[in-house]
């Protein structure tokens, strides 16, 4: 089992930055991949930055030189430093974790809210 916590979502106006953080229950070494996912309301979920244990990273467009994805092995914490927001970028943010065991296990944490005022 892994248990995600994130923190650092907020309100803040355009151009803004914020930075998220998940806090992982075990060494981030053990996970495949960990990062994140955001939803927007009436849209499906989608992969904003995930980063894997060779810390190669995987950004979506709509994101690239916005976003930053970094994570502190010795705190088994990822970041994503979010700025220039945008309104768009509007949307619950969601810490996903995934560890191939015997079965691949797929961990969420309880999401945090980005609002991005225009």
């Known amino acids: 089992q892994v248990q995600l916590v994130e923190s650092g979502g907020g309100l803040v106006q355009a151009g803004g930055s914020l930075r998220l953080s998940c806090a992982a229950s075990?060494?981030?070494?053990?996970?495949?991949?960990i990062g994140w996912y955001r939803q927007a309301p009436g849209k499906q979920r989608e992969l904003v930055a995930t980063i894997a244990r060779g810390d190669s990273a995987n950004v979506a467009d709509s994101v690239k030189g916005r976003f930053t994805i970094s994570r502190d092995n010795a705190k088994n914490t990822v970041y994503l430093q979010m700025n220039s927001l945008k309104p768009e970028d509007t949307a619950v943010y969601y810490c996903n974790a995934v560890r191939s065991t015997v079965i691949i296990e797929d961990y969420w944490g309880q999401g945090t809210q980005v609002t991005v005022s225009s």
């Open positions: 075990r060494s981030t070494f053990s996970l495949d991949t």
